[in-house]
């Protein structure tokens, strides 16, 4: 279907994209539709994806597309980096290393899948779930081919990625977004040594 949970808070996710910044990051990237809308505000991106197929499908204008694995491919310096759905998929820690690369001024925003784990998260997603519904209903035409990237169920609970987000990134915010989703946003005060 054409819903896709990811994309409906592209919107949200770009408004966290500081005033004068040229350079971003998207982290998972797959086959760049964040990247493109990234690039069409103008900036400079580096997207990388560890999935070969995503990558040799990326297509998009202002956007280095980077076969790699987030936790180890060579990152530059950027005023913007996002990681949309794709933090589950390898060690949360892995926002120190994505923190490091940011500018002063920089901001990381990671759009995040969490499982269920209190009564505030299944109270969410119960009211998500007529929601999703009426959204899948009202945008049932299909888009054209696609290759998806692989999908992996996350498995740290949001009360978890609070503690974490907290102890590696001090002062960060983090959001619980209808959809299965929550937002952590950060921005870098100085630079790490």
């Not at 491919?73 to 933090?87: H, K, M, P, Q, T």
């Amino acid at each position: 279907m054409s819903f896709d949970h990811n994309d409906h808070y592209h919107g949200l996710v770009l408004r966290h994209v500081p005033a004068g910044a040229a350079t971003a990051l998207d982290v998972g990237c797959g086959t760049g539709r964040f990247a493109r809308a990234l690039a069409a505000r103008g900036l400079a991106v580096d997207a990388v994806d560890p999935d070969p197929a995503v990558i040799r499908a990326a297509r998009g204008d202002g956007v280095r597309f980077i076969h790699g694995d987030a936790t180890s491919v060579e990152l530059g310096r950027y005023d913007f980096i996002s990681c949309l759905a794709s933090l589950h998929h390898m060690p949360f820690d892995t926002v120190s290393r994505l923190r490091e690369a940011l500018n002063p001024g920089g901001v990381l925003a990671v759009l995040g899948c969490y499982p269920e784990s209190t009564r505030a998260d299944y109270a969410v997603s119960v009211a998500a779930i007529p929601v999703n519904a009426a959204f899948r209903l009202a945008l049932s035409r299909r888009r054209g081919p696609e290759v998806n990237a692989p999908v992996k169920q996350a498995t740290l609970p949001l009360p978890e990625i609070r503690r974490e987000a907290a102890r590696l990134l001090p002062g960060s915010r983090i959001r619980r977004l209808l959809f299965w989703r929550y937002l952590l946003t950060y921005t870098e005060i100085t630079r790490t040594p």
